[in-house]
């Protein structure tokens, strides 16, 4: 019973603990925000250069940057979205043509600055040189919106394949030389957009299998475009229900498409 009793005030503890922290991590990016906005973090960030390799290879230290920046960069945009919200009402309640109204408003447009570039200032809060942070989440992005892609095409080839077995056996079957030709038309545009797909799939960015191949190390290759949509749920965990869901409709579709 005691260490029961003891388990559960340490966890107590414990809570208030990472509590306490989270609302101290938030305070003092709120003045930081207060104190330092957008045009004088693009100041701090204008010397920064870096010029990309050729290859467009990302390395393990560049993509553990990008995931370290992107939990600070959370933290950054709740802040500001925040400070968004709270200047947009307070402008609303002095009346928005009003002195007061018209100064929050502007306190509202820094706070949306503020917001976009979240994930600049995380870097620079980190000590990242911000111009290969920048690159660097490009290459992710591609990575992951390419994954998307592929999964959307994996689909539509599926439902193209059934299409294009149906269309054939309709031929086999067909009793007229015209209706014969029109099928055969049909099945040649088929195979003229099979071929445009797989042309397409050749000329890809070799980059792009190296960098998901990295980056599925670390998680999954779609989850940096969620985490990018995310920031702008209202709802923690929408984006992320949103994402299995299509990807079941996906894999259904490709399933009912595979029984025809």
């Not at 599925?216 to 702008?232: C, D, G, I, R």
Request: with cysteine; proline share 2%.
């Amino acid at each position: 019973m005691r260490r029961t009793l003891s388990l559960i005030v340490s966890a107590v503890v414990l809570l208030g603990g990472c509590r306490a922290k989270e609302a101290m991590d938030k305070a003092q990016i709120a003045s930081d925000l207060d104190k330092h906005g957008t045009m004088d973090l693009m100041k701090d960030v204008a010397d920064d250069k870096y010029d990309p390799p050729k290859d467009g290879h990302l390395t393990d230290a560049q993509v553990q940057m990008y995931l370290k920046v992107r939990e600070h960069e959370k933290q950054i945009a709740q802040v500001a979205k925040q400070q968004l919200q709270q200047h947009s009402e307070e402008s609303k309640k002095s009346g928005e043509k009003s002195l007061a109204g018209m100064a929050e408003g502007f306190k509202a447009l820094g706070s949306a600055a503020d917001f976009m570039t979240a994930d600049i200032r995380a870097a620079k809060d980190l000590k990242y040189n911000t111009q290969e942070y920048l690159w660097v989440k490009g290459q992710i992005l591609a990575v992951s919106t390419a994954a998307m892609a592929e999964q959307m095409s994996s689909t539509l080839n599926a439902t193209m394949e059934a299409s294009y077995n149906q269309t054939k056996k309709a031929m086999d079957e067909a009793k007229d030389d015209a209706t014969k030709k029109m099928y055969a038309e049909t099945l040649a545009a088929f195979d003229k957009q099979k071929a445009e797909i797989a042309a397409q799939k050749e000329q890809q960015d070799p980059a792009l299998a190296y960098n998901r191949q990295l980056l599925t190390k670390y998680e999954s290759a779609m989850n940096a475009f969620s985490q990018e949509l995310a920031k702008y749920e209202e709802k923690p965990g929408d984006v992320q229900k949103s994402m299995e869901q299509w990807q079941k409709d996906l894999a259904k579709a490709k399933a009912d498409a595979a029984k025809q």
